[in-house]
């Protein structure tokens, strides 16, 4: 009798927790529209970044200083050279990278009015969610859905204003002047630059 109530006692046991597993496996409905991560892009964050960019944002008289401009001795030399400089000057490179999208948007008027009305879109759509959900034939959208939806409308303005080309065009521009810069831009020191020779030797 005693070995009876055991083993009814564990398939108990047993049936309970298999139970209480299938019970936390099953999603709700609100989580089954959700995203499975949720992005926290919070101000302070982006602040922490931005100061952060600006910290090691380097002076520019440095960064065009004529007298350290010099071709590089040889190609090991080059690619240690481009690595080091990409580290070291990489905020100016950003800055160099958003002034070409600045100058594309400037150039181009209609580029400029879809960027503008697809954020304006999103701001009033995030303000307008922290009052009342968004629901179409009463099915409750998320954010994250409502953001993907400006996204779809916003692509044929996007196309007819040419965005395509002037991604391609800023990320070939970047690249170009970044390489060209890192590549000729002497950042050793004297005493790395008069060792350099004796190492290769």
């Known amino acids: 009798m005693e070995m009876a109530d055991v083993d009814n006692l564990d398939s108990y046991v047993t049936g309970n927790l298999t139970e209480s597993k299938v019970l936390d496996k099953k999603p709700s409905s609100d989580s089954m529209m959700s995203l499975p991560v949720k992005f926290n892009l919070s ?9 952060s960019r600006r910290k090691n944002l380097k002076p520019w008289f440095r960064f065009v200083q004529t007298s350290k401009f010099q071709s590089p001795t040889s190609v090991p030399a080059l690619g240690s050279r481009i690595v080091k400089n990409v580290d070291h000057f990489q905020s100016n490179y950003l800055c160099i990278f958003i002034i070409l999208i600045l100058y594309c948007l400037l150039t181009s008027p209609l580029l400029l009015f ?18 009342q959900k968004l ?53 050793e020191s004297p005493e790395e630059s008069f060792e350099q020779p004796i190492l290769q030797v």
């Open 43 to 51: 101000v302070p964050v982006a602040q922490e970044w931005l100061g």
């Open 135 to 187: 629901s179409i034939l009463g099915h409750e959208l998320s954010l994250a859905q409502q953001y993907g939806l400006i996204a779809m409308v916003s692509l044929p303005l996007f196309y007819l204003a040419g965005a395509g080309s002037v991604v391609f065009w800023v990320l070939g521009a970047s690249m170009f002047l970044i390489v060209l810069h890192a590549s000729f831009y002497n950042n």
């Open 114 to 131: 879809a960027v503008g009305t697809s954020l304006g879109a999103c701001y009033l759509i995030s303000r307008k969610n922290d009052d």
